[in-house]
Antibody
Framework: QVQLQESGPGLVKPSETLSLTCTVS????????WSWIRQPPGKGLEWIGN???????NYNPSLKSRVTISVDTSEKYFTLKLTSVTAADTAVYYC??????????????WGQGTLVTVSS | DIVMTQSPDSLAVSLGERATINCKSS????????????LSWYQQKPGQPPKLLIY???TRGSGVPDRFSGSGSGTDFTLTISSLQAEDVAVYYC?????????FGQGTKLEIK
């Protein structure tokens, strides 16, 4: 059974870069889409973007200018970088995997999530 | 972007009764060539990540009890819980995966009456 685990700083200063890593275990990183999704405290879900194992990416246009997602298939992890953060970027960040490779947006597996707070 | 709108925002149902949650998309999520609706439903309990309940609008996810069912096509969809159990208390989200950016409904909070 595939497992996903987010890691990274829980506190980031305004204007700095948020960096998170998602480590994949118990399954292959190939032939799937790997996503980042966030949820501000008490609010709904926002898809940030995804990457196919081959390296092709899709980003939410609302964040596209600030987001980079990358993947390391040999080490079985993928990363999120979000630049120039503000308090509005405070959220629980989830990494996730698609069900198959038919659609990158059909999310079948989620990490437990990590809370990132943007504050000085 | 495709806007997903759920109704109601919250719902209180007695144990053993039926719960119905609606989801409307701002444009069709039915892919004509495959005749599949790119619509999923997730359940999120407090402090947990979402769990996939339903995909392709009506296919239950792995291990999902058969009291959960999904229906609808095009722009209008429904999640039905046929007989509410205490463990079904959660927030439910619909999501379209027809086109990027993939978008979620605002969520429906389901409680016990």
């Amino acid at each position: 059974q595939v497992q996903l685990q987010e890691s990274g700083p829980g506190l980031v200063k305004p204007s700095e870069t948020l960096s998170l890593t998602c480590t994949v275990s118990g399954g292959s990183i190939s032939s799937y889409y790997w996503s980042w999704i966030r949820q501000p405290p008490g609010k709904g879900l926002e898809w940030i973007g995804n990457i196919y194992y081959s390296g092709s990416t899709n980003y939410n246009p609302s964040l596209k200018s600030r987001v980079t997602i990358s993947v390391d298939t040999s080490e079985k992890y993928f990363t999120l970088k979000l630049t120039s953060v503000t308090a509005a970027d405070t959220a629980v960040y989830y990494c996730a995997r698609s069900v198959g490779d038919t659609s990158g947006g059909l999310i079948g597996y989620w990490g437990q999530g990590t809370l990132v707070t943007v504050s000085s | 972007d495709i806007v997903m709108t759920q109704s109601p925002d919250s719902l209180a149902v007695s144990l053993g009764e039926r719960a119905t949650i609606n989801c409307k998309s701002s444009q069709s999520v039915l892919y004509s060539s495959s005749k599949k609706n790119y619509l999923s439903w997730y359940q999120q309990k407090p402090g947990q990540p979402p769990k996939l309940l339903i995909y392709w609008a009506s296919t239950r996810g792995s291990g999902v009890p058969d009291r959960f069912s999904g229906s609808g096509s095009g722009t209008d969809f429904t999640l039905t819980i046929s007989s509410l159990q205490a463990e079904d208390v959660a927030v439910y989200y619909c999501q379209q995966y027809y086109s990027t950016p993939y978008t979620f409904g605002q969520g429906t909070k389901l409680e016990i009456k």
